[in-house]
């Protein structure tokens, strides 16, 4: 197993903690869809990196936006926690703003 495949574990099992953490045991974010879009952003930036088969790209993009979708689930689990589809496009648009600057520099490193 590479680094980047462990970073990549590392950082989605923060994101998974921070996201279900119980509402009490957080501070009040004034920012909560900043810091959903940068950590999907972020989350899809290591992946890339992580990558070793570019035809399963879509399928990574896949998968972080299942995981986004199953957090924003499961956080009606959590007490003072609810489903947000605010959260949820804001997941999809760092995963998509990501994708986007992955496979433009991507295309400009091929020239």
């Known amino acids: 197993m590479n680094w980047e495949v462990v970073v990549l574990a590392l950082a989605m099992a923060g994101v998974v903690a921070g996201c279900l953490a119980p509402a009490g045991w957080l501070p009040v974010l004034k920012h909560d869809k900043l810091l959903h879009f940068l950590a999907f952003a972020l989350l899809t930036l290591l992946a890339s990196l992580a990558l070793d088969d ?16 199953l957090i924003e689930v499961l956080q009606k689990l959590v007490p003072g926690r609810n489903f947000c589809w605010q959260d949820m496009a804001a997941n999809a648009a760092g995963i998509a703003s990501a994708a986007g600057a992955v496979l433009l520099i991507r295309a400009f490193l091929t020239l």
Do not use: D, E, M, Q
């Open 54 to 69: 570019w035809a399963l790209w879509p399928f990574c993009l896949l998968g972080l936006l299942v995981l986004g979708w």
